[in-house]
């Protein structure tokens, strides 16, 4: 669990900020304090654009394939789009005269559903430009909600209502609750048969004391499910697996519930991870990891076997406390928030890439950053700073060479240090590349391109070879029998 980078930025700190993950990709972090601009970052931490809003963010997100960043704002009546392909923003003209207090895209489509603070709706369709309005949807703010992955929204309100929704906004559930809503999330619960895959639970959280399960299909056989007052509030919950539920407490503690229907609600786990509180949990499905945060520390479990702490990250100087956690989607990176505003990324998986040259080898260490080690003569490693994050990595007698797509960054491991020489683009997506004292040869296409090196690398002959014929290579030359 290595940092990768944090935010300390001047007009962040001293209140909880908000960030969002791009979706799919992960390659972009969406961040915004009380400076009224949201910051759009690279993985790395290289700021890279920036909205300016007319007032604080209310809410925002990525569409599925995070290409969109919607953001909407007090004080304005306009959603902000931020295309990630062109770097630009847009305005959208919502046309609701009330300000909104809600925003989510859909899980399969181009839908974008916008909740307003006297319980209208909008939804947007980018695909179409289409604009539906639909008033008194709620009777007052609207201020949670999910969508499904058929596509159906289920909103919650000040006014203690459930409404679930078709794409085109028509009504086609409605539940009266016992408290206000909050957290709200579709899900499949556990069956007997496991065969069902239709997203048909919705599950909120009431008066941060109680978790309700309402099922579509069974709206009079929903569920409260009710925990001991000695774990202190619902603070999160995510769900997991089949048919599971992790839900964290203010005091300290989270417990795992399942949801088959015979064993409803039935602690299935529980664990004490904090003596004080605990902040945020989030689940990556991809790693089947869980992470938790609180009392200034990260706890990393292992979701196949919840006893077994991973990994734990100590932030000492957060003497404000902890706020948020989310991972990429890949489960690459995890982000989290703070209360002094300040926000940390920590890298926790990395590809398996390295390479080797008699007893030299050469292996990816983070996402910049390459380690060439030669523990049989007894050198120190060296730690080499990269240009890209690469798909290969290839090592020679006095040479590295790290790349990706169709390009290739060359150095040279002298004894004064690490020196980058050029880069090379090719005429196909690079497979791989192998280094000798006098060449480089990349593999392409089904063809191999060679390069002679004199001294600084400069490319004084190249040849590119087919495998669809029988060339033969040895010690740097190529005959055709």
Request: proline share 2%.
């Amino acid at each position: 669990m290595k940092r990768v980078f944090s935010l300390l930025e001047k007009n962040w700190l001293g209140a909880p900020i908000q960030f969002t993950w791009q979706k799919s990709s992960g390659n972009y972090l969406a961040v915004t304090g009380a400076d009224h601009i949201v910051k759009i970052f690279d993985r790395h931490g290289q700021k890279r654009s920036e909205i300016n809003l007319s007032g604080n963010c209310v809410a925002m997100d990525w569409d599925k394939d995070g290409d969109i960043l919607a953001v909407v704002a007090e004080k304005s009546s306009c959603i902000y789009l931020w295309d990630a392909n062109t770097n630009k923003t847009s305005q959208l003209d919502s046309g609701m005269r009330d300000q909104m207090s809600f925003l989510l895209w859909s899980k399969i489509g181009s839908f974008l559903a916008v909740g307003t603070v006297k319980g209208n709706l909008l939804i947007y369709n980018r695909q179409t430009s289409r604009k539906i309005p639909i008033l008194g949807k709620h009777t007052k703010r609207i201020t949670c909600g999910c969508w499904s992955k058929e596509n159906l929204l289920a909103l919650g309100g000040e006014d203690k209502i459930i409404t679930v929704s078709n794409q085109e906004g028509d009504t086609i559930r409605q539940s009266q609750l016992k408290a206000e809503p909050g957290n709200m999330q579709f899900s499949t619960m556990r069956s007997d048969d496991r065969t069902s895959t239709i997203e048909s639970t919705i599950s909120v959280v009431l008066g941060k004391k109680t978790l309700f399960l309402f099922n579509l299909n069974e709206p009079y056989n929903s569920v409260d499910l009710e925990f001991k007052q000695t774990y202190g509030n619902i603070v999160c919950y995510s769900w997991y697996g089949d048919g599971y539920i992790m839900v964290g407490f203010s005091y300290g503690i989270f417990v795992v519930i399942s949801t088959h229907i015979r064993e409803i609600g039935l602690e299935i786990f529980q664990a004490h991870d904090y003596k004080d509180n605990l902040n945020s949990i989030a689940i990556s499905q991809t790693l089947n990891k869980a992470a938790t945060c609180g009392d200034n520390c990260i706890k990393i479990h292992d979701l196949a076997e919840l006893k077994d702490m991973y990994a734990i990250i100590n932030l000492d100087d957060e003497i404000k406390g902890l706020s948020n956690l989310s991972w990429t989607d890949d489960g690459q990176l995890l982000a989290l928030s703070t209360q002094r505003g300040s926000l940390h990324v920590f890298l926790t998986k990395l590809p398996i890439l390295g390479d080797a040259c008699s007893t030299r080898i050469a292996y990816l260490t983070s996402l910049l950053e390459v380690t060439v080690a030669n523990p049989v003569e007894g050198e120190l490693p060296i730690t080499v700073s990269v240009d890209v994050e690469p798909n290969f990595v290839a090592v020679g007698l006095y040479h590295l060479a790290v790349g990706m797509n169709n390009r290739a960054w060359f150095y040279v491991l002298g004894e004064n240090g690490v020196k980058k020489l050029k880069d090379v683009e090719y005429l196909g997506t690079v497979a791989s590349v192998c280094l000798h004292s006098d060449y480089a040869a990349a593999l392409f296409e089904g063809k191999v391109q060679l390069h002679l090196k004199v001294n600084s690398w400069i490319l004084k002959k190249s040849v590119r070879l087919d495998f669809s014929q029988q060339w033969m290579i040895s010690a740097g030359y190529y005959v055709m029998p």
